[in-house]
């Protein structure tokens, strides 16, 4: 995440965050923050990560148009401080 969407959002390098979207939860994923990334984007490895979550339940069993594959790059969700402690 970029530290200004951080900042405004009242979350710090480090922390745990919860992912929310309508298709469900990933919580505790260690925040991190880079002026790499465009403030309006978020971005998480897909896959099966034990200690993260598994991010692939943001996505539909459908296809894009473009290129015959999972919407991963157009996945709106909600960062939030976790519930959860370590």
Do not use: C, Y
């Not at 992912?19 to 403030?39: F, K, M, N, Q, Y």
């Not at 339940?57 to 290129?67: E, K, N, P, S, V």
């Amino acid at each position: 995440m970029h530290p200004d969407t951080a900042k405004h959002l009242g979350l710090r390098h480090g922390q745990l965050v919860d992912t929310e979207s309508r298709h469900g939860v990933v919580r505790a994923v260690e925040l991190l923050l880079t002026d790499d990334i465009d403030p309006r984007v978020v971005w998480t490895s897909d896959g099966w990560w034990l200690h993260d979550g598994n991010m692939n339940i943001f996505t539909q069993d459908r296809h894009t148009a473009f290129g015959h594959t999972p919407g991963f790059n157009s996945v709106l969700v909600r960062i939030v401080e976790s519930s959860q402690t370590e």
